[in-house]
């Protein structure tokens, strides 16, 4: 079989997202699916609707398109906003934009008034992790300039936390949006249905507080992985591999630890120490820095990962390995993110549910 390659467990995913769509709805908060880890992977997208989530969302115009071509029905939800220049394709494949500027949204409404559609926008709230959002103070102006355009619809307003600076949601920041949301209500005369309260990182907070007005959680890693960002301690009742790597070998002999020669950098900067611990079974995988993130992989039992440069992971095993011989590991977000974006790597899908393989996008300019 092609390697390397990421086999995909759709009906983990499912399970996982429709254990989490369970325990959050009995707390009043609906599941927008987020589905950029997979580069907007259609199959993972219908896994997340069998499982109960009621819009889906990417963070990349690309991967929203993907997700339409691939006929996917649900409201697609745009998470980093566009730039002036893409207000068009934004409007062509999502129905809700997330925003923070003016300018944006005034390219969005010509955009839908020439589509002749609505589009729908949550306003964005920074609260604290010095990501996108308007500062709290500043968010009555920008709801009322959002109201007082055409062509587009504030639905609601969002944060998103644990993403720049490793902000914890908590009761107080996530007391503030729900206050705020009640405040632009009332001095605005509207009402707004949505009050995102932020990613997978808002699930512990979710679980054990009152939630209030908040009613929406977007979920990429939770479902996709099976843990919790801020610990990455798994999640009960959650599948943790519906992802798996498999590499092949394409050397593998027996080198001693220590290099031989003057050291400088190496191809990714000042290499660790390197111990002088005898002779080890060195084995070479066919995979490299470009796409995975080494520190992310999780290596099964006698495996242990020493280095990797653009091409090559170098690794240590308990004996030879002939080439061609398959290794399987286990993938982190980060190594997760890199592996289903790289051209160089394969999606498999593991499952009765699907088993083709199709080809990688290539990315298309805006
Ligand atoms: C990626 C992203 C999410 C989903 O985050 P996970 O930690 O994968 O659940 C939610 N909101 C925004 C704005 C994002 O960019």
């Known amino acids: 079989m092609i390697s390397p390659r990421v086999e995909i467990n759709l009906a983990k995913i499912e399970h996982n997202t429709r254990h989490l769509v369970s325990l959050l709805g009995a707390k009043g908060i609906a599941v927008t699916g987020i589905t ?3 580069l907007g992977l259609p199959e993972v997208a219908n ?26 029905q649900l409201p697609l939800t745009l998470l980093r906003s566009p730039t002036p220049e893409q207000a068009e394709r934004a409007v062509a494949c999502a129905s809700i934009s997330q925003v923070s500027e003016l300018s944006v949204v005034e390219a969005l409404a010509v955009a839908a008034a020439k589509r002749g559609v609505i589009h729908g926008l949550i306003l964005m709230i920074e609260l604290g992790d010095l990501r996108e959002g308007v500062l709290p103070s500043d968010a009555l102006g920008f709801a009322q300039r959002l109201l007082q355009t055409p062509h587009v619809a504030l639905l609601g307003i969002g944060t998103n936390l644990a993403c720049r600076a490793g902000v914890v949601p908590s009761p107080d920041n996530m007391q503030e949006l729900a206050l705020l949301a009640t405040r632009l209500e009332r001095q605005l005369g509207v009402h707004l249905p949505i009050i995102s309260g932020g990613n997978s990182a808002n699930l512990s907070w979710a679980m054990a507080l009152p939630t209030g007005r908040i009613n929406d959680l977007r979920l990429g890693e939770s479902i996709l992985l099976g843990c919790d960002p801020l610990t990455r301690v798994p999640l009960e009742g959650l599948h943790t591999d519906a992802f798996t790597l498999v590499v092949s070998v394409i050397e593998s002999m027996a080198k001693p630890t220590k290099p031989r020669g003057a050291t400088g950098q190496a191809a990714f900067g000042t290499p660790v120490a390197m111990r002088e611990r005898g002779t080890i079974m060195q084995t070479i995988a066919s995979i490299g820095r470009q796409d995975i993130d080494p520190e992310g992989l999780v290596a099964p039992s006698g495996v242990s990962v020493l280095a990797a ?9 308990q004996t030879a390995m002939p080439p061609g011989a398959e290794i399987r590991f286990g993938l982190d977000y980060s190594a997760l993110l890199r592996a289903m974006t790289s051209p160089f790597v394969a999606t498999t899908f593991n499952d009765a549910l699907r088993t083709c393989m199709p080809p990688k996008r290539k990315g298309s300019p805006a």
């Open 36 to 38: 950029k880890a997979t």
């Open 47 to 72: 896994a997340m609707i069998a499982g109960g989530v009621i819009r889906l969302g990417d963070s990349r115009i690309e991967n929203l398109e993907a997700l339409s071509t691939g006929g996917i």
């Open 309 to 317: 440069s653009s091409d090559h992971l170098v690794l240590e095993t």
